[in-house]
């Protein structure tokens, strides 16, 4: 095993990372500000990859595509919150678990219908294929390293949002406090779905930035939702910091230990066995931290009890 | 008597009748599908003594159910190859004696629910519900990748495991043991419901801080609600790998454990026969919209959505009204 | 004076810069009720919960029944025999009355065992006689069948009182049990728990001023987390430092 490949894998884990932060930052928020567990986070996950592909479809370019994933998320998101998530802030988790997965089964059954059940695919454009040359002699995918760079500084801007803006202020005292918010004159319900449409922007975003990567079909917002709420658990719920760091800690664990274990287990056994016990084990490697760190901080790293 | 409690006999003989009335009519798919509502009803009677008894809002219970399946699709494939399923320090063969497998679908799940809920229940609330879902999705993994039973592609079992005295192949005679089940499964639950334990565990759904005021631990009561209730879904999960004779990894999936509450929540939450009238609903939902499109969980999301929003106490509170406090 | 069954030594917990118990030394010994009073915000509720078990003190000890009970449980402490009653009614609400105290009975039976599975416990005669006579020593017993949640306040803060009850305590703890009851609740619950103390004596954290003085033996006056009088009724009502810190405030009326 080489240095080389080893920092390719983490730059895979920065890149993973990066793309679940997006996701978990949204789910992180909503449930901070709103008190609301939302399964459907995944689809505007993949409501944005539709969106993107189908707008690079028709006009050929990738940043109409990706402005078409932000506006096609946030407006979604928008509309939900307003027809049907509105009605349950004051709901306990149980409606709100059943009420979101009410609405997965009725946006990925909805997308079929419209786009049916072949995958798209989002070319990356031009100017970012092709791999380009790191200290070291390192190759790396230019794409995945602008995924990098864009969800670094979105989550800089994020940060600055809720840091620096009347909005970000606004959001700080939801969080803290509900009835002040609405001491302070904020229109809670505006606030709301202004919040609500952010996190579904930011994950519409993701999809489409991944859609490049993966191929964009019915179901692909699931599996990253879980691992959001993985995310979300480990950097405790409502912190935006910890959601950060959340998300950097299962995109490296997920991909050094799907690279590191079975070569490890390659030490001890024959290589088709090290092969399976190996990817086995990686597979479960994120879960395996999640329960590690609750078993420590039950509220998450920065959650509050 | 109660209202509730002649809809319930209602329930129960329509879902008897049914099959028999197949049977006459000689259409053996109407009798898998009114067995596959049983087996959903078992497996939301599980999650609904931890869900609805003890507030424990679990979107993991796909993971005993998987367990409970993977029990038989393990037993059953090492008796069909005649190869000991563990040769040291004690041999354990293979079976494909459906007493034997529902025994140790039972034990093994309820040891994961054991473990799983001790871990899961240092947490509460909205942490819980997200705990639970990572250990059912972290075992979809696991058995995806774990190549020994068919990893991703499951297990084909080729023929039904056997019952003592009875062929179970036959449509009407597996339908029979699963109902029977069913009702085993419901009475012991609503003794239990009524015992001591229930009353306490009950208790403390509503409010934890009185039970530790009169000295009894909360925890306590949940992590054995929690272990029963993985304990009967296991069974469920068995009874459905030998429905299907087929094994995979879908059985855990987070999807299946959205299904299972959905059956709760459809019947009613809490409600004894609550998740027995929703696996019922669904799969006659399943079938008749299943029917009129290829995209019938739209209208299942649809409806879904109005039972939450609308008609929060599911079904039977729509037809028996709500629930009046007795002992 | 007989040894106090709850020593409270030395309490002291903050919250950040406040201090809600500074130093907190109290007694109760058997038969009397000792009053605590004092102003909203004195720290009285954080005090109540420091002595059973919902609060971890900063520093000092809590010692009950000859006992050194600082480090362990609320649920240790009940089994120890501390009853208490809280200050917002803390029951099961979707119960029957009778449901919530045949719980208290069932929590002083300290253990539901293999027969606790599948016996009805509503069929259970010995902790039914445990919950029908506490029922009916608050004078509940009419109430039996009622789901909680439909009483009226002054029932619940009865039905509190059952509970606790239930659990046969060395100890009460009663957070406010008067508050909300109405001149003839209050009159009424004087009354009984006037009886009570000679089953167990009573830590009485009340504002109803007429009930404090008609029932306690000592008085202890709770300021700014501090405790600056303890004393007999005479004794605190003529006290300068009690009469400008509290009672002058207070008793207008």
């Known amino acids: 095993m080489s240095a080389v490949l080893l920092i390719e894998q983490i730059l895979n884990g920065l890149q993973f990372g990066v793309m679940l932060f997006l996701m978990a930052a949204g789910l992180t928020l909503i449930f901070g500000v709103m008190g609301l567990i939302n399964l459907a986070h995944g689809s505007f996950y993949m409501i944005g990859a539709f969106a993107a592909a189908a707008t690079a479809a028709a006009t050929g370019s990738f940043l109409l595509a990706l402005a078409a994933s932000l506006v096609a998320a946030a407006v979604a998101g928008a509309i939900v919150e307003m027809t049907v998530i509105r009605r349950l802030y004051k709901r306990d988790h149980l409606d709100q678990v059943l009420a979101t997965f009410a609405l997965i089964l009725i946006f990925s059954e909805g997308t079929r219908w419209l786009f049916g059940s072949f995958p798209l695919f989002l070319e990356i454009p031009e100017y970012l294929s092709g791999p380009i040359s790191l200290p070291f002699g390192i190759q790396y995918p230019q794409y995945r390293l602008a995924i990098i760079a864009v969800g670094l500084l979105v989550a800089v801007g994020l940060f600055a949002l809720i840091a620096r803006t009347r909005i970000g202020i606004q959001i700080r005292a939801g969080e803290s406090d509900r009835e002040m918010i609405a001491a302070l004159g904020v229109d809670i319900s505006k606030l709301y779905t202004f919040v609500f449409a952010l996190g579904a922007a930011l994950a519409g975003f993701a999809g489409a930035l991944i859609g490049a990567i993966q191929s964009v079909q019915v179901g692909m917002g699931e599996p990253v939702l879980i691992l959001a709420f993985v995310v979300i658990v480990i950097g405790g719920i409502g912190s935006i910091k910890g959601a950060l760091l959340g998300a950097l800690l299962v995109g490296l664990t997920d991909t050094l230990a799907g690279f590191l274990l079975p070569a490890a287990f390659g030490l001890i056994m024959e290589p088709s066995a090290a092969a399976s016990v190996g990817s086995s084990l990686a597979s479960m490697s994120i879960y395996v931290l999640m329960a590690g760190v609750l078993l420590f901080r039950p509220t998450g790293l920065f959650g509050r009890s | 008597m109660r209202k509730e409690t002649i809809l ?320 | ?131 029908n006579d506490a029922l009916s020593q608050v004078g509940l017993d009419g109430f039996a069948k009622t789901r909680t949640s439909e009483l009226s306040h002054g029932q619940r803060r009865q039905l509190e009182v059952a509970v606790a009850l239930t659990l046969s305590p060395k100890v009460f703890l009663m957070d406010e049990p008067m508050a909300g009851l109405g001149a003839e609740g209050s009159l009424r619950l004087t009354g009984f728990l006037d009886q009570l103390r000679q089953q167990a004596p009573i830590l009485l954290v009340e504002h109803d001023m007429d009930a404090v003085f008609s029932l306690a033996d000592r008085i202890s006056v709770l300021v700014y987390g501090k405790i600056v009088a303890t004393g007999t009724v005479d004794e605190i009502r003529s006290n300068p430092i009690v009469r400008t810190a509290y009672l002058g405030e207070d008793d207008e009326t």
Not at chain 2, 35 to 50: Q, R
Not at chain 2, 97 to 107: E, N, Q, R
Not at chain 2, 260 to 289: K, N
Request: charged residues 10%; proline residues 3%.
């Open chain 3, 1 to 131: 004076m007989t040894d106090p069954i709850l020593d409270v030594r030395n309490i002291s917990k903050s919250f950040g810069a406040l201090k809600a118990s500074d130093n907190i030394s109290l007694t109760l010994v058997p038969g009397e009720i000792h009053a605590l009073i004092g102003p909203n915000g004195a720290g009285k509720s954080t005090l109540i919960k420091q002595i059973a078990g919902g609060l971890q003190a900063d520093s000092g000890e809590v010692w009950f029944d000859g006992e050194n009970v600082t480090g362990k449980t609320t649920v240790e402490r009940a089994r120890l025999g501390l009853g208490r009653t809280f200050q917002v009614s803390s029951l099961a609400m979707d119960y029957t009355v009778s449901q919530n105290v045949v719980l208290g009975a069932l929590g002083h039976r300290g253990k539901i065992g293999l027969k606790g599975f599948f016996r009805p416990a509503m069929k259970d005669t010995a902790l039914l006689d445990v919950a």
């Open chain 2, 8 to 327: 319930n006999a209602c329930v129960l003989l329509g879902l008897l009748a049914v099959p028999l009335w197949a049977l006459r009519v000689d259409e053996p798919f109407i009798i898998t599908l009114a067995t596959k509502a049983v087996i959903f009803a078992i497996a939301g009677v599980g999650l609904n003594f931890s869900l609805g008894l003890g507030g424990l809002v679990s979107l993991g219970h796909a993971a005993f159910f998987g367990i409970g399946g993977y029990s038989m699709g393990i037993l059953a494939s090492h008796a069909q190859s005649y190869t000991p399923l563990m040769g040291w320090p004690l041999v354990i063969d293979g079976t494909n004696s459906m007493p034997l497998i529902w025994l140790f679908a039972v034990l093994i799940s309820s040891l994961f629910a054991l473990v799983i809920g001790a871990l899961s229940l240092r947490t509460s609330g909205v942490y819980f519900i997200m705990i639970t879902l990572a250990f059912g999705q972290m075992l979809f993994f696991f058995m995806i990748s774990w190549p020994a039973y068919g990893g991703e592609d499951g297990l084909v079992i080729y023929v039904r495991n056997g019952f003592p005295g009875l062929n179970t192949l036959d449509p009407i005679q597996f339908f029979g043991i699963c109902f029977a089940l069913l009702c085993g499964v419901l009475l012991a639950v609503s003794r239990i419901a009524r015992s001591s334990f229930g009353l306490a565990l009950g208790g403390a759904r509503q409010n934890e801080e009185r039970m530790q005021a009169v000295g009894l631990v909360p925890c306590k009561l949940y992590l054995i609600a929690f272990t029963i209730s993985g304990a009967i879904t296991g069974l469920s999960g068995a009874l459905f790998a030998d429905l299907n004779r087929f094994v995979s990894p879908t059985m855990f999936s987070w999807q299946m454990s959205g299904e299972i509450m959905i059956f709760i929540i459809l019947g009613g939450t809490g409600r004894l026969f609550g998740p027995v009238v929703g696996a019922a609903v669904f799969i006659l939902l399943e079938y008749l919209l299943g029917g009129l499109s290829e995209f019938w969980h739209v209208y299942l999301g649809a409806i879904l959505l109005g039972v939450v929003l609308f008609a929060r106490g599911g079904l039977i509170e729509l037809i028996v009204g709500r629930e009046v406090a007795h002992d």
